[in-house]
């Protein structure tokens, strides 16, 4: 993820929010009755210790906030800023909004808000960045002093992350359960919401493929690649899935490789068979790419029962005999 969230905390307030529900995170466990039962699970598994960091921003005048927060991705790096110099950071493991909770944890501003577009944090590191060579990474002029809550651009992230060996040691994220529920119902429905919901399926499939880790197998042949070079594919068509079928992201999702595997299986030129052979077309005419098909695709691999009809649907319908 390339997005560099700026958090200023310099007034009293912001310092003993900090203190205490970042440097003493807060422990799920305390706060249950605040949170629904799908965030409980989905805090309790990204955070196995029980206790998590949290932060929020008020709506801010007009809104001004939430739309800033809305623009904020899983993984992104946030930079905590005081006293002329980013003093902490974390990286954005979940985001919700609630009132609630934000009112137990910080009660209310001077005018009346609270501070209940919230998001948990991982990789909680304390630093010492003058504002000085921050300015020189990112471009901005050497008196420019962080204020407000802001999102900087990807050019902008990208220049102080390549400065900074502050990238995010986790690659992917899992979205919130109860949105990746929504956006599924919803992807027939909401064509101008086509993009969103097919970000949260991703990850939500991504998650279950590769389980945060920075690397996979490319199922088709077997060789192991950077999470980035891995794509989480759907074996049965996603079009042609039931609404149980999309749901069933345990065994509807594959990891194929971008080098080739991908682009082979999904055009149809191989599948795979109830026994788990990979099946070759006699269609591709050129050498280099049939080499490929035949020298790197496995002849076989292992398929789970569940995950048969899927494999036989695809043989059926997309594969090129």
Excluded at 155 to 184: G, M, Y
């Amino acid at each position: 993820m390339t997005q560099i969230v700026l958090q200023p905390s310099a007034d009293a307030t912001a310092r003993a929010h900090y203190a205490d529900t970042i440097s003493r995170p807060v422990v799920i466990s305390h706060v249950y009755s605040l949170l629904s039962t799908p965030m409980i699970k989905h805090l309790e598994g990204l955070f196995p210790s029980g206790s998590v960091a949290m932060w929020g921003v008020t709506p801010g005048k007009n809104g001004v906030n939430i739309r800033k927060w809305e623009k904020v991705e899983l993984g992104a790096l946030v930079l905590f800023a005081a006293n002329g110099q980013i003093f902490g950071s974390g990286v954005v493991a979940a985001k919700f909004h609630n009132r609630e909770l934000a009112e137990h944890l910080w009660n209310f501003d001077a005018n009346g808000m609270t501070w209940e577009y919230m998001y948990a944090l991982d990789e909680i590191r304390d630093l010492s960045i003058p504002y000085l060579d921050f300015n020189n990474a990112v471009g901005y002029a050497p008196k420019y002093v962080i204020q407000g809550f802001s999102v900087l651009d990807e050019t902008k992230s990208e220049a102080f992350l390549d400065a900074f060996d502050l990238r995010a040691q986790r690659i992917e994220w899992p979205p919130d359960p109860q949105e990746v529920a929504i956006a599924i119902r919803e992807f027939e429905e909401l064509d101008r919401r086509f993009q969103a919901v097919q970000r949260l399926e991703q990850g939500a499939l991504r998650e279950h493929l590769l389980q945060g880790r920075a690397s996979g197998e490319c199922l088709l042949c077997g060789r192991t690649f950077h999470a980035h070079f891995l794509v989480a594919g759907h074996i049965k068509k996603r079009a042609a899935c039931t609404d149980d079928e999309k749901r069933d992201l345990q065994n509807i999702g594959m990891l194929n490789c971008k080098f080739g595997c991908d682009e082979l299986y999904e055009r149809g030129y191989i599948s795979v068979d109830g026994q788990g052979t990979v099946v070759k077309s006699s269609r591709l005419v050129s050498p280099v790419e049939r080499e490929y098909m035949n020298s790197t695709v496995l002849p076989r691999i292992v398929v789970s029962p569940s995950r048969k009809s899927y494999f036989a649907w695809h043989l059926q319908n997309q594969f090129r005999s």
